[in-house]
Structures are given as structure tokens and as C-alpha cells.
């Protein structure tokens, strides 16, 4: 058995941590170097940094802050946002990242998740989903890219079938209906996917609670738990949540180990 993880994330813009709710109403959550440093401090399992303007405004990744951030941490660190060639995978695993998330450059170039496998192992390749559930009456859930602003008309559940086939180690899938909500995660989006694929999902999209980040594994069938709101604001600690999951007797890593 895996121990299963729990991975701050930082959504960057301007060079600044930002958190909305639903992709929008963005506000400032604080500086990326120094909350990566107390969250790594504070026990947690594994970081994910996001610029998220990066692909809709046809950017490479903010080089600079990724090297800083990755100084200020002792923990894997994963990296997203405007990686759209094997050079710019390279740069960031040179600058300090442990791996990188591929969301918009995979959907439109999916021969990109195999070459960065082949080239850096399939540890090293993410690939993010940003998942909308459709109107009612018409069941599942579609992929948006450029930061949950385009549609891609793709259907969620063959999107990460398809990323696992083509060597991805791991899919970071987040629900855009429940971002920023603190009202929960989508189970059902995240148990759909974690039963139809062979690689660890990691839950994101709404964790507003003890016992939401419980059912993102028991019910949800989650490898990793991302989270963003409650940690930034200070709602729950790493700790809080490590020793909570623990007393549900889950494989949990303690945050003194």
C-alpha cells in the first residue's frame, strides 16, 4: 500500500499566490516562496505550483520564482502552467521542479505526455484535467484548458483513459464547479476516474473540511488530496488534517516522520 498524500497548492498569477472560486474572483493569497516554505515545514507530502495564466497568455512557466521555490523546499515539488515543448519540461526540472503538469499543450499535442515519458520517466509527467459537468440531462463531465476559459468538447472519462495509455504517472483532476467552493469535492467525478484508470488521481476542487478530504479518499478513491482555500486562509493545518486522517485509520504519513 501507498501512503496517501496531501499537496498544498499554489495558483500564481503576477507572480503572487490567488485563489477564486469557479476559475474567477481571483484574490491575493500571499507570497509563492514563503507559503511553499511553511507548508513544507508543516508536513506536507508533496507541493504543486501553477501559474495559471501562463497558457492563456502564451508564456513560458515564471522561471524565476520556480527556482526560489523550489530552494525553500524539502519536499517533491510539481510544476504547471505554459509547458508546451520537451525543452520547456527540461528547463523546469533544471530549475528544481521534481515534475511537471501538462493540461492545455497535452489536449492540443497529446504525443507531448509520451516523449516527456519516454525522455524523463512517467514519475516525472502530470497531466492536469479541468473537468465541467455538462448540463443536466446530458451525463458527464467536459475538459476546458487555457485556465478553464476554452472547452475542448472532450469527454473526461476517455480524456484520462487516453493519458494513461500514453504513459502518464499520475492525473491531477480538478472540478471546476467545485473550486474555491469549500462545499466539497466531486466524488463521483473522482471516483469515475480513479476506477477506470491504473494511475494515482489526485482530488481537487473544493475541500472545505475534515471530513470532505476523508470522502475525497474513502469514497472517492483518491491517491492525493489537493488543497488551497482552507490551508491559505488557516482554516486547518497540515497537522490538523494528518492527525484527523490518521484517527480514520488511513495510510497517512504523520507529520514528524
Known sequence: MVAL???????????????????????????????????????????????????????ATLIDIVCRTAESVTIPFTVGGGISSINGITELLRAGADKVSLNSSAVKNPDLICKGANQFG?????????????????????VFI????????????TWAKKIAKLGAGEILLTSMDGDGTQQGYDLELTRTIAEAVSIPVIASGGAGSLEDILKAFQRGKASAALLASLLH???????????YLLSKNLLIRPTNY
Open 146 to 157: 487555457n485556465g478553464g476559459r476554452k472547452n475542448t468538447g472532450l469527454d473526461v472519462l
Open 5 to 59: 498524500r496531501l499537496i498544498p497548492c499554489l495558483d500564481v498569477a503576477k507572480g503572487r499566490v490567488v485563489k477564486g472560486v469557479n476559475f474567477v474572483g481571483l484574490r491575493d493569497a500571499g507570497d509563492p516562496v514563503e507559503l511553499a516554505n511553511r507548508y513544507s515545514q508543516e508536513g506536507a507530502d508533496e507541493l504543486v505550483f501553477l501559474d495559471i495564466a501562463a497558457s492563456h497568455e502564451a508564456r
Open 233 to 243: 486562509d488557516q482554516d486547518l493545518t497540515i497537522d490538523q488534517i494528518k492527525k
Open 122 to 142: 512517467s514519475q516525472c509527467i502530470v497531466v492536469a484535467i479541468d473537468a465541467k459537468k455538462r448540463k443536466e440531462g446530458n451525463p458527464g463531465w467536459d
